[in-house]
């Protein structure tokens, strides 16, 4: 059976493996199920359903016939009901990132070995032309891998559609036809129905073998570009509490060929996936990097910035305003939490010095901890005369990328402290002062690493300090 020989050349799982196997109903879940339980190798097979509820009672009966065809096979089955978030207004979008959320809560939760799902060589044609014609590059090109970090494999991936009617035609079993995968106004069924059909006729009748073969070829390079990115991704690049940093003065010596790969490795550490990401978007990475414009770009998902010959990967900035409590008030930035504390304390002759000690009695009243904004300025202790919180980033060279979320603590609209450069000079210690206000920054890591992590299946990075000087 082909579907074994696949197994085994990828490598998918071992005779006895825990398999959850993603069965919508369709033709090709449903072959997919048959064909593993017809393998000799004693897997444990857990039937997997997620039901969007986008089609009313069809899907609802889709869901049912999945049960009853789980309980006829003598497989565990757990059927799940979604709402999708389609705020992003990708619908297809949203049905796949609730897919993968459901294998990998099942993945963990029945401690399954590998989720199966039943994208076939057809679907992998039809990937790659869908990519081609976006302006994917060689990785993009790759398509629907037969083995992802995430732990989804794809026995069917090289076997068709056709091959998987036939099998159903021989053994006489029945699946669900879904509408909606005859619906044009989505794209990837008017490649199916109608780009494909005509390209085949007009122009290679063997136009599936052929997709499918350069997705397995431009699969082949991914993996020696990810091989080469994970040798050079300690030297390239710095991990941030916001996203990554690819450092212009090491990127300037590779080729461009290595750095579209380790650009596009960045923004798949930063996003989490390369969800609409193009050749162009990847260019325009590229040429902040070597030519240093333009010096902000607005990518699918993420914010790049250029300055002083490097360029800084992150997921857009949003804005906070919180008031500083006794207890203090905290920051999340991904992974990083930050948490800025008022200490009090007593006076003493090192506080008049301290540039992050207040006195207490000049700052009386509701303080609020916010970011720095345009057109912020102040007079900070030692200072004769008021600063630009800007002209200050400039003077002590805090990368562009550092300044939006610098924390500034306010009384009412005058500013009282701003991190690295104290307390303003009307609400610092003097000889008079008597109870005094330190304001600590305090900040920890939800994981263990604060360092940069050597690239895997998907290039990762780690945390940096807040600090940024």
Known sequence: MKIAETIARHRMFEPGARIGVA??????????????????????????????????EESDGDAAFVEALARRLDCACVVERVRLDTTGGNLEQAGRHARLSFFERMRKERGLDKVATAHTRSDQAETVLFRFLRGAGTTGLSAILPVTAEGLVRPLIETSRREVLQ?????????????????????????????????????????????????AVANDERLYWQARVRETWDR????????????????????????????????????????????????????????????????PGIVAVWWRNSVHLALPFVPYTVELAPAGAEIRRGSERVRVVL???????DARTDR?????????????LRNWTEGDAYRPMNYGSVQRVNDLFQSARIPLWDRQDWPIITRGDVIV????????????????????LRVNVEKWWDNESKGAVAPSDRVGGGTAAWESA
Request: net charge neutral; hydrophobic share 40%.
């Open 356 to 368: 992050d000690a207040l006195d207490a009695d000049r700052v009386d009243g509701p303080l609020v």
């Open 343 to 349: 200490e009090q304390c007593g006076y003493n002759e």
């Open 167 to 215: 099998y159903l035609a021989s053994r006489k079993i029945e699946w669900r036809e879904d509408r909606s995968n005859l619906d044009t106004r989505f794209s990837r069924n008017r490649i199916r129905h109608e780009l494909l059909p005509q390209l085949e006729r007009d122009w290679n009748p063997s136009l599936i073998s052929t997709l499918a073969h350069t997705a």
């Open 417 to 436: 402290w701003a991190k690295r450069f104290g307390a303003s000079a009307e609400a610092g210690c003097t000889m008079d002062t008597r109870r005094v």
């Open 236 to 299: 390239l690049a710095r991990p941030h509490h916001r996203g990554v940093v690819l450092l212009g003065s090491e990127c300037g010596r590779e080729s461009p060929a290595l750095l579209r790969h380790v650009a596009r490795s960045a923004i798949e550490e930063v996003k989490g996936d390369l969800a609409r990401i193009g050749f162009e978007h990847v260019e325009t990475i590229l040429r902040m990097l070597l030519q240093g414009c333009p010096r902000r770009a607005r990518i």
């Open 23 to 56: 069965v919508s109903g369709g033709a090709d879940s449903v072959a997919l199920l048959h064909m593993l339980l017809e393998l000799d190798w004693h897997v444990s097979i857990t039937v997997l359903h997620l039901n969007h509820g986008l089609r009313g």
